[in-house]
């Protein structure tokens, strides 16, 4: 879906302006007379995977792309779209256990609206603190995940033998999933300062340190355990990488390892290795280490193409564990079938397709990184839920986001939806570190980093585009 060529935008294919010609032509030297020609004239250094490529495009005086897209209006729909089928799907399935366990049937759905005014007010916070500044806070932001996923291994509360949770004034908070957005930050401000600086081409400066930085959160992480989380952060790292420019083969010797350490967990332990088996037929120990996942399946299997009908579902009444958390998708196609279902992935495709409006109209190559980053960590998890309630995947513990019941998961997840927006409309130019990003691009290319193609030299009173660089 995510082409790693840097396409280019059909409303500025034709050419180049005459005042990016003239500045490209000013530094260079004589400007070529096409778009072939820059390719073909060595520029760019050789082969790259560049469709067509051509001269950048001439800064504005902040030094940023001239014309971010603005509000995204699309992406904002899908998500409150999501959210207000959140609230409605985990209630209905709620109700039997608010009332069976906590004599109160509104007792869910109070805190899924508390859980989701929050939610607004960190969207729109998102959507109000310029987004250049998380290129700043981001280490800050990751040092404290790190400190509480340590602290969640000593105070944590334990429920369904992991122990996930601190218990802060009261109210529960999950650390890992605050891990997954500062680690989102932590990649994208790593990855385009080291393609800056032409370092993300080399294994020991480009890919090393984010592997030991995965492998030391896997190692807290499965502390808990959190093998979900783990899966999630292993696709944050191995696609942003990718994206941005890293050396393919390192990459895929390091996806093979993570692989291996994987099975190498599971099959040590004799509990994971029983839910594992039963994942490829949950019906032979049904009542074992099966029971979630065959429930699953029932609910989806009886709800048919329209579904029983909303609040009609037979599996939540005490047969599906978790089933207004992780396992919400189970009911929503027991109640509205496979429709209701194929609404859920539409609207999370939806979302995924506006998202990618705002990657490719930011301002500067953090934004766009930074954007991609929170659109494939809300894909990863959606797609992750959606494997595992299908039984396409082992069961993890992931909710799915916006719909499933959980405050941490929701308030996060908005705040990065905000977050996105933000950088949709521009972000603040006085708070902007980065190289300005390329029109019509999306990041590149063979043997390249994105800062690497146009290095952006200030001089007094005076920003310009100079010779590229050839990474190491």
Not at 68 to 94: I, K, R
Not at 127 to 132: A, C, E, K, N, S
Request: charged share 15%; glycine share 12%.
């Amino acid at each position: 879906m995510f082409s790693r060529a840097a396409a280019v935008d059909d409303r500025l294919a034709p050419a180049a302006d005459s005042a990016a010609w003239s500045t490209a032509s000013a530094v260079v030297g004589a400007a070529p007379e096409s778009a072939e020609a820059w390719s073909e004239d060595g520029l760019l250094g050789g082969p790259t995977r560049v469709s067509h490529a051509r001269p950048p495009v001439e800064p504005s005086p902040e030094g940023l792309t001239p014309h971010p897209p603005g509000m995204n209006w699309q992406l904002l729909t899908a998500t409150l779209l999501l959210c207000g089928l959140g609230v409605t799907m985990s209630f209905s399935a709620s109700y039997f256990e608010a009332v069976h366990k906590h004599q109160d049937e509104l007792y869910f759905l109070t805190r899924h609206l508390r859980y989701a005014a929050i939610a607004g007010v960190a969207m729109i916070a998102g959507m109000q603190i310029p987004y250049q500044l998380w290129r700043r806070l981001a280490p800050t932001a990751f040092a404290v995940a790190f400190v509480l996923l340590i602290a969640v291994l000593v105070f944590g509360e334990v429920r369904n033998n992991a122990r996930r949770w601190l218990i802060i004034g009261g109210q529960s908070f999950q650390p890992a999933e605050f891990a997954k957005v500062a680690f989102v930050l932590y990649m994208a401000r790593s990855l385009v300062s080291k393609a800056e600086r032409g370092a993300l081409q080399t294994v020991s400066s480009g890919l090393l340190p984010h592997v030991a930085i995965f492998v030391v959160c896997v190692g807290l992480l499965m502390g808990q355990p959190d093998m979900g989380t783990c899966m999630v952060l292993g696709v944050l790292l191995f696609g942003m990488a990718f994206v941005a420019g890293a050396r393919v083969a390192p990459l895929l010797g390091s996806g093979l390892l993570a692989v291996f350490a994987a099975a190498a967990f599971i099959a040590q332990n004799p509990m994971r290795l029983g839910r594992f088996k039963a994942w490829f037929d949950p019906f032979e120990d049904f009542h074992g280490k099966g029971y979630q996942l065959a429930n699953s399946l029932l609910a989806v299997a009886m709800g048919g193409p329209f579904g029983r009908g909303l609040g009609a579902s037979q599996q939540k009444l005490g047969y599906l564990p978790e089933a207004h958390t992780d396992f919400v998708l189970a009911i929503i196609g027991e109640e509205l079938g496979v429709v209701g279902v194929s609404v859920v992935a539409l609207l999370f495709i939806w979302l995924l397709v506006a998202g990618m409006a705002t990657v490719r109209g930011a301002r500067d190559e953090f934004g766009r990184m930074l954007a991609f980053g929170i659109l494939l960590l809300i894909g990863t998890q959606a797609a992750v839920n959606f494997g595992v309630v299908l039984q396409l995947l082992p069961t993890k513990g992931l909710t799915l986001p916006f719909v499933s019941f959980g405050g941490t998961s929701l308030i996060l997840m908005a705040f990065s939806i905000g977050v996105l927006l933000n950088v949709g409309r521009g972000g603040s130019p006085r708070f902007a570190e980065a190289r300005p990003a390329r029109d019509g691009r999306f990041f590149d290319v063979s043997g390249w980093s994105p800062g690497n193609l146009i290095r952006r030299y200030r001089s007094p009173g005076n920003t310009r585009v100079l010779r590229p660089r050839r990474s190491p």
